[in-house]
């Protein structure tokens, strides 16, 4: 059973007119706001690495957007337009986005919430990303705008999903039979922990708002609220990256799962499970912290990676088993025979690799006992670039090279976008290990001007410059990839857009079943002991600091 | 995209391939929970199912200190903004009174020696624990040496202290205005402590070696983040 159906640009050309409107304004705002972002990473790892100076005040305020834009703003918008965008091309046979104006509504509070949090940052204190009021101390108004910035993306958020949803259970309702089909499951899971995230950016932010306008007390204990939205912020992106590499994956390739759907969606669910219980290990500094949250803290952690992995598992082994039922021989040949010349491709192969490096690396963080050589260092954004980069937006902008398509005709420069990814994971490559080996020795995150007067160990000056040359690369790589998408839509080439998805050879006749997949596996198993060694690194490191614990005590 | 097939109806009765297996990939996925067994070499394990253990860990955990977080000092139990307040007050005068008596003529605090420390310090830890009961001076002949440490925008109190190697300490700190990092500069690594606004944490260290350490903020706090700085000088 060989079949044949209608590509995703294909499907999203034939929305109705103000559906692909919408769409484009979210792609638009994805990588505005994108552009924007890495812009001012750039210029602060530049100020971290001496390249050239700002007054403190300028550089936190550079760190600032930084770090609110790229988290908040380029993360949900490019959560919501693949989000909507998969939902709506699910429900082909529907023809369009279900609760339009709730989508449009919630598009609008999303860019007033980018705006509100412009004004904050640039008129108020530099409060960084998770603006504490206890930093904006009495400049509490003008801080006021970057609460209210958020409550709006998360109300703007919340109502995308609510249409992603609703378009979802239109599609499986005009379904036959009424099931659903693994992408409607995974939008609905996805959306979903995107309305938990909503939820938890109000939960963080409300009672700052409050204090702000006079409204209430200054919160007793914003930092709780804020390490839950963070997990959130930072965890959930990877449901919507494992969901478009699945589609894209089977868009690109041909291939769908050898697993079945109902697997699929078992596999999507468990992000349910996994992800939300896991965010206690953000908190294990937290003085007063009581010792059973801290113990389980750590014991939850070691699930975290538990629905990743089975995805990428999946989609692996169904790739390898499917290639060499069509033939593919020796080790390699079955990866060399994909489509890597496509700019999607290639991102979403550079957002595997990313995944395993940063992956690797996320491990230490959830053992407690390492929490004090690491945690509130460089070595975590370090680890997080890869995956908030190298994974997330690597997966995220391939979805958008696919989408874009659809709105413009055809996407410009692909052989020069083909090779961005290989750009980007080259420059988080000197970022992230200067970064973990700086962090290991103690540099500090969320310092313009590590140098100390002279006190800081002198190799942190070198280690900061070797991360502003990989952000140089990481900045150059999506830039590009935002410059091009844009022209894109501003000057549309028009070319004809192919209707139909390469054959799906699913199963054809059970020979995928039959073929040894060793690839994933493989990769399992070197992901594993890259976590064992750097485990043992860390531990060993610990116990040879010239400082010990005293018998008594409290 | 109408992905609405499942495996082929006869895919049950086919050989597969370990690989290809569900039950393979499923327990695959838990690959990473496995790093369990390391923990527990290192006696770093949550509930030591594993039963192995390394006595070499220095201290047991918290990467080689033990940490303490006591109540806000008002009160022991009140964490609103007005408690954290009194506790930031109560704080900053007992860190006064500490670095009023230990202040050498440079402006550095020495740290007490352990008999006078015991003197000087019992009535403040009376009081902060009085549930803890009166305790004889016997008793506390093993006592680590209290010091105290208090963390302000931009600085530290004392900005420079003195310590002896090989004496434990017991590190009390408090941030008082808004949260800050005490973090130790320790050579190839480092000791990172989070101090929350009002919250006594404390700390016991021992310092093997002689050298001087830089103590840095490691959380942000404000434009003049990157000059919280202080030393701890180690003979």
């Known amino acids: 059973m060989t079949t044949t159906r209608q590509s995703l640009a294909a499907l999203l050309r034939d929305l109705p007119a103000a559906h692909r409107a919408l769409l484009t304004t979210l792609v638009v705002s994805a990588l505005v706001t994108l552009g924007y972002g890495v812009l001012f990473g750039a210029l602060t790892a530049f100020v971290r690495a001496g390249f050239f100076e700002l007054h403190p005040e300028t550089g936190y305020r550079f760190m600032t957007l930084h770090g609110v834009t790229i988290f908040f703003y380029w993360l949900y918008f490019g959560q919501a337009t693949m989000l909507l965008a998969l939902a709506a091309a699910e429900g082909g046979a529907i023809r369009g986005i279900k609760l339009a104006p709730a989508a449009w509504l919630g598009t609008l509070l999303m860019l007033l919430g980018f705006t509100a949090n412009q004004i904050g940052a640039w008129t108020g204190p530099p409060l960084l990303y998770d603006a504490s009021p206890e930093v904006a101390g009495e400049e509490r108004v003008a801080a006021g705008m970057s609460y209210v910035g958020y409550l709006l993306l998360a109300a703007g958020l919340f109502l995308v999903a609510a249409s992603a949803i609703a378009t979802a259970l239109a599609a499986k309702a005009a379904a036959n039979p009424r099931v659903w089909s693994t992408i409607g499951f995974g939008v609905v899971t996805w959306a979903g922990l995107l309305m938990v995230s909503s939820v938890a950016a109000v939960n963080a932010f409300l009672p700052s708002a409050l204090w702000a306008y006079g409204l209430a ?15 959130n912020l930072h965890y959930l992106p990877l449901m919507g990256t494992v969901l478009i590499w699945y589609a894209l994956i089977r868009e690109m390739t041909g291939v769908k799962s050898i697993f079945g759907s109902r697997f699929s969606k078992i596999v999507f669910a468990s992000y349910l499970i996994f992800v939300p219980p896991t965010s206690l290990y953000h908190m294990f500094l937290e003085p007063g912290l009581a010792p059973l949250v801290r113990v389980l803290g750590s014991l939850l952690s070691l699930f975290i990676s538990v629905p990743t992995v089975a995805v990428f598992l999946v989609i692996v082994v169904s790739l390898e088993a499917s290639m060499r039922a069509r033939g593919s ?31 690797s690396l996320a491990f230490v963080l959830i053992q407690e006992r390492l929490a004090t050589l690491l945690s509130d260092t460089f070595f975590v954004p370090a680890y997080f670039h890869f995956l908030t980069v190298g994974t997330v937006s690597l997966t995220l902008l391939a979805g958008l090279m696919r989408i874009t398509p659809a709105l413009t005709g055809a996407l410009r420069a692909p052989r020069l976008l083909a090779l961005m990814p290989v750009v980007v994971t080259v420059g988080l490559v000197l970022f992230g290990f200067a970064g973990i080996f700086a962090g290991i020795s103690g540099m500090p995150r969320r310092v313009l001007d590590a140098s100390y007067d002279g006190a800081a160990p002198a190799n942190w000056l070198m280690l900061s410059q070797i991360v502003g040359v990989g952000a140089i690369l990481m900045a150059a790589g999506l830039l590009i990839h935002v410059a091009i998408l844009l022209a894109g839509i501003a000057l549309p080439v028009r070319r004809t857009v192919p209707s139909r998805s390469p054959a799906v050879l699913a199963t054809p006749d059970g020979a995928a079943f039959r073929q040894a997949a060793w690839t994933g596996p493989l990769s399992v198993v070197l992901l594993v002991a890259a976590m064992y060694a750097i485990t043992i690194v860390a531990f060993s490191l610990m116990q040879a600091l010239p400082v010990v614990a005293s018998a008594g005590g409290h | 995209m109408n992905d609405l097939s499942d495996v082929p109806a006869n895919a049950g009765s086919m050989r597969h391939h370990l690989t290809t297996r569900r039950g393979f990939i499923a327990t695959a996925s838990f690959g990473a929970v496995s790093l369990y067994a390391l923990w527990a070499a290192f006696d770093a394990a949550p509930f ?3 039963g192995l253990h390394d006595s070499n860990v220095p201290g047991g955990g918290h990467g080689g200190a033990k940490e303490t977080a006591a109540d806000s000092m008002a009160g022991h139990g009140g964490h609103g903004a007005a408690n954290a307040g009194a506790a930031s007050e109560e704080f900053r005068r007992m860190t006064e009174d500490f670095v009023a008596r230990h202040r050498l003529p ?7 020696r352990n008999e ?54 017991r590190f009390r700190m408090m941030a008082t205005d808004a949260s800050h990092g005490a973090a130790l500069q320790l050579g190839r690594g480092s000791q990172i402590i989070r101090l929350r606004r009002g919250i006594l944490t404390d700390r016991e260290l021992t310092f093997r070696r002689p050298g001087e350490y830089l103590v840095y903020c490691t959380v942000y706090c404000g434009v003049g983040h990157d000059r919280m700085t202080g030393k701890i000088i180690v003979s």
Not at chain 1, 332 to 359: C, D, K, Q, S, Y
Not at chain 2, 106 to 112: E, F, I, L, Q, T
């Open chain 1, 329 to 359: 021989r020796g080790l390699f040949a079955w990866m060399r025979a994909l489509p890597w010349r496509t700019p999607e491709m290639a991102a979403i192969g550079a957002a595997v690799v990313n995944l395993g490096l940063g992956g």
């Open chain 2, 106 to 112: 440079d402006g550095s605090v020495r740290a007490p």
């Open chain 1, 217 to 231: 007390d200054m919160p007793t204990d914003p930092s709780t609220g804020w390490h839950l939205l963070f997990h």
């Open chain 2, 48 to 50: 030591n199912i594993v």
């Open chain 2, 116 to 169: 006078l420390a015991l003197s000087e310090t019992m009535p403040a830890a009376h009081d902060m624990h009085a549930s803890h009961g009166t305790m004889p001076m016997e008793a506390m002949s093993g006592t680590p040496v209290d010091v105290y440490l208090m963390a302000q925008q931009w600085s530290y109190e004392p900005a420079v202290l003195r310590l002896d190697a090989e004496v434990p300490y």
